[in-house]
């Protein structure tokens, strides 16, 4: 239901671009959020969009990451830039708050330092 792509290998200071469509049921008038999971880590928020564009981002990606939103689209972005290697994770999307059960797969985003 929630398809993330974009993630990839990156030097750190580069840009990635993620991606998230979902159904229109999932989407439509939902805050949504990029969220991620490094290696040995709990998951956590990285920045959520309410359904009329207002965004917030937790204190370690201010700045660098800009998320963004297409309601014609059912897609939610991610833009990247700056990155580090502590953004090392698997990144996913899902609403804002999260639904256990709307997890997808993810996208690897691997930044080498």
């Known amino acids: 239901q929630l398809q993330a792509s974009g993630g990839g290998l990156v030097q750190a200071g580069g840009s990635l671009s993620l991606s998230c469509s979902a159904s229109?049921?999932?989407?439509?008038?939902?805050?949504m959020a990029w969220y991620r999971q490094a290696p040995g880590k709990q998951r956590e928020w990285v920045a959520f969009?309410?359904?009329?564009?207002?965004?917030m981002y937790r204190d370690a990606v201010k700045g660098r990451f800009t998320i963004s939103r297409d309601n014609g689209k059912n897609t939610v972005y991610l833009q990247m830039n700056s990155l580090k290697p502590e953004d090392t994770a698997v990144y996913y999307c899902?609403?804002?708050?999260?639904?256990?059960?709307?997890w997808g797969q993810g996208t690897q985003v691997t930044v080498s330092s």
């Open positions: 229109r049921s999932i989407f439509r008038a939902n805050n």
């Open positions: 899902n609403r804002y708050p999260y639904q256990s059960e709307m």
């Open positions: 969009i309410t359904n009329i564009g207002s965004a």
